[in-house]
């Protein structure tokens, strides 16, 4: 048996002259000589795309109706009332394994009329579970038009691992709890990819242009930006593309080193952490001289940080991220450079161009420009540098060396030389991972400077200038570093150029700006990359509610509103620090974390909120908009070991957390009645426990979750007394609180993230 299904996506107001061209040739292909099955689907959250389906007994049914009248009738009818073709938009499939080790699965599930929204909401809650499942690629959720059934076809790494799932009782609760009781006595259908036998049949198109991918994002860059935010859509279970105008990844040249320890959180969540660590080395402390004297020394290995501040080449974190995205059915297609689009209220559609000379065509609903320093992106929206501009004059001299020296392991060290108060040259040593190697940047020798004759270049590696020698980064020793200290085994070297400057816009439509793109400034603090998979980390969770449809219309806005202010900070710190000992805070703990980003607060955005009685309540606690800090040593029944509060709060949907030192029946009924409310009003996007005080007692609920504070250390860090709600972000910031635990003002918050609920 062969199944065939092509997709079709009709153009606005013309779904009828599909449905109609449908049915003219649904009779005559059932009537076709090996025909077992005909019938047309449509997304259930796309009324305009329609798939038709046919099932043949053998390739030579399929030959013969494939070049019979009935195709080309029906891809005549619908020519003009259908959009141009995507690449993938027809599938051939047997019944029977093939060479490809991938299936399909179809199941067929019937919805009473009146559960429909339930079943569509419980659906997209599944397809964020099954995110994580090993195996588990993608689906899409179909439905027959004028009949209560639906189809999810899925699709599977294999068919060993769609077994193993299946078969295992758990996973009905794990991840497919919200429409478990649909899904009672199904039959799943397995299909294995195949060859079509004859050419694919004509696709309806009314113009002769090329066919083009689609795709719910596209993502221009495949540096870390890029990768993170193409990570968290594809763990939510939204199609992405990533392309790269490098063939191949970065195997050494860069300049980002240091990884912040929000970041460090930030991969923990992704799943990384381990790999990142495994990789790197950690960076304990910095010491700062000024003209051969100690100016100051200081640890970095704070008690209460998460992770210390980790060394990693920035090849690493892209090979590590890299790895990720795959283990998420998605790689970067490299070779592909973005050359133009053209955006309108409801697409975006991109022209590039492969290694290989040919073109083609990417449409996509959002557009993410992650395309660093140089960006198309930006500079195909017109996007502007507020104040312009501003460049360096000096050009840095960048290496990687071993150097032999008595110096503290593990340490930033920083030598500047100042004449009469004036800096006049500076050396940045940064430890890597090996014996005595170590990352150096300096300013350039003049001779380089002579060779630009002074003009002004764009930031990034320079490539038409020689690479500085061995020779050239022991003359900066000898002059700056401590007596006797040698340098060898140059394993690379680069000049670089620095420019500074932050955009305008982050968001123009259906287009973003993240990382380099957006915001340019020195490499002091380390803070490019960093900043940049903060932009992803902040752009993503809201970008994959707005394509699933569960956004409010000003969510997106918020990217701009909440990570614009933040990289004008960086800017502006980065370039005052740039020629100084860093040390113009009185409060050097303050500015580390800092500068590790951990105290980044969104405090000003109108997506953060708070209500609460008494102007002190919660003055201990964070405020809404800021990190939402970890607390250890909670207890859930079942569980043998204590948990972290990060337990509770990681993944890719919002947690909220109801406290309260008394479990009476008052209490116990507004959590009761918040958890429901809360779940009809965010689609399932909204995980919520409830939390309680050392001495209160354990209620018997199913829902919420029970979890308690064992030592009041929630209680303490979070500045809570009695009954207090914090709704924790996606990003682990804080979104809402009130103490006490104030229902409507929580649901009028969730109307600023979600929409759809009462206000």
């Not at 025909?35 to 795309?49: F, I």
């Not at 700006?513 to 340019?520: E, F, M, P, Q, Y």
């Not at 009003?681 to 001495?695: H, M, T, W």
Request: charged residues 25%.
């Amino acid at each position: 048996m062969i199944r065939t299904m092509l997709r079709v996506r009709a153009r606005s107001g013309f779904e009828t002259v599909v449905e109609s061209a449908w049915q003219a040739v649904a009779d005559g292909i059932g009537a076709s000589p090996g025909n077992r099955l005909r019938q047309l689907l449509v997304d259930a959250t796309d009324p305009r795309t329609f798939v038709a389906v046919t099932e043949w007994a053998d390739d030579d049914a399929l030959r013969d109706h494939l070049d019979g009248p009935l195709a080309r009738q029906w891809a005549d009818a619908v020519a003009a009332a259908c959009e141009p073709p995507d690449a993938g938009s027809y599938r051939v499939m047997r019944g029977r394994a093939g060479a490809d080790s991938r299936i399909y699965v179809d199941v067929a599930i019937t919805v009473p009329a009146d559960r429909v929204d339930e079943f569509h909401r419980g659906h997209a809650e599944v397809v964020t579970r099954l995110s994580g499942v090993d195996g588990y690629l993608r689906e899409e959720l179909l439905r027959e038009p004028g009949s209560p059934v639906h189809h999810i076809f899925a699709e599977w790494r294999s068919q060993e691992q769609f077994r193993r799932w299946i078969s295992d009782p758990d996973h009905e609760r794990a991840e497919a709890g919200p429409i478990a009781e649909f899904l009672v006595g199904i039959r799943p259908r397995i299909f294995h990819p195949a060859d079509p036998p004859t050419d694919p049949p004509a696709v309806p198109t009314d113009s002769p242009a090329a066919p083009a991918d689609t795709t719910d994002v596209l993502i221009v860059g495949a540096g870390p930006t890029g990768l993170t935010a193409a990570i968290e859509l594809a763990r939510r279970g939204v199609d992405c593309q990533v392309i790269d105008t490098l063939t191949s990844p970065p195997s050494q040249a860069d300049k980002a080193i240091g990884v912040h320890c929000r970041t460090m959180e930030i991969w923990e969540d992704q799943g990384v952490v381990r790999e990142a660590m495994n990789a790197g080395s950690w960076l304990t402390g910095q010491a700062v001289f000024v003209n051969g004297h100690q100016v100051y020394r200081g640890s970095w290995e704070l008690p209460d940080l998460p992770y210390a501040h980790l060394g990693l080449p920035q090849y690493e974190t892209e090979r590590i991220l890299t790895d990720r995205l795959a283990t998420l059915g998605v790689r970067p297609r490299r070779g592909t450079a973005l050359t133009g689009f053209t955006s309108d209220d409801d697409v975006v559609t991109a022209t590039v161009a492969y290694a290989d000379g040919t073109t083609g065509t990417i449409r996509a609903r959002y557009l993410v420009g992650a395309d660093g320093a140089h960006s198309t992106v930006r500079q195909l929206l017109g996007l502007t540098f507020t104040g312009g501009l501003g460049r360096f004059p000096q050009l840095f001299m960048l290496g990687d060396v071993d150097l032999d020296w008595d110096m503290p392991p593990g340490h930033l060290l920083r030598f500047i030389h100042e004449t009469d108060g004036q800096l006049d040259n500076m050396l940045v040593c940064v430890p890597l991972r090996g014996e005595s190697r170590y990352r150096i940047a300096t300013m350039a020798p003049p001779r380089y400077f002579a060779a630009t004759r002074g003009e002004n270049a764009p930031p990034g590696f320079s490539a038409e200038l020689d690479e500085p020698t061995l020779a050239d980064v022991q003359t900066v020793l000898d002059q700056l570093a401590p007596p006797g200290t040698t340098a060898s085994n140059l394993r690379w070297s680069s000049i670089f150029r620095i420019s500074h400057g932050i955009v305008d816009r982050y968001r123009v439509g259906r287009v973003f700006v993240a990382g380099d793109a957006a915001h340019l400034h020195p490499p002091a603090g380390g803070q490019g990359m960093n900043t940049g998979i903060q932009d992803a980390w902040n752009l993503a969770w809201k970008l994959a509610l707005a394509v699933r449809g569960l956004a409010a219309p000003g969510l997106l806005d918020s990217y701009q509103i909440e990570r614009r202010p933040q990289g004008e900070q960086v800017v502006g710190r980065a370039v005052r620090l740039a020629f100084t000992d860093e040390l113009e805070r009185e409060d050097l703990t303050g500015q580390f974390l800092q500068e590790m980003s951990m105290l980044v607060s969104y405090a000003d955005s109108p997506l953060v909120g708070e209500a609460v009685a008494d102007p002190d309540a919660l003055r201990a606690g964070p405020a809404a908009g800021d990190r939402a800090p970890d607390v250890y040593g909670l207890h859930r029944p079942g569980v043998g070991h204590p948990l972290r509060l990060r337990d509770l709060t990681r993944g890719t949907r919002h947690t909220l957390l109801l406290y309260a030192d008394s479990t009476d029946e008052t209490t116990l009924a507004l959590v009761d009645k918040i958890g429901t409310d809360v779940r009809d009003q965010a689609y399932g996007e909204v995980e919520v426990y409830l939390l309680v005080g050392p001495d209160a007692a354990t209620p018997s609920l199913l829902h919420p979750p029970v979890v308690r504070d064992t030592d009041g250390a929630v209680r303490t860090r979070y500045g809570i007394t009695g009954a207090a709600a914090y709704l924790i972000r996606p990003d682990g910031h804080v979104g809402f609180r009130s103490q006490p635990i104030d229902a409507e003002a929580l649901r009028h918050h969730l109307h600023l993230v979600f929409g759809g609920g009462p206000r």
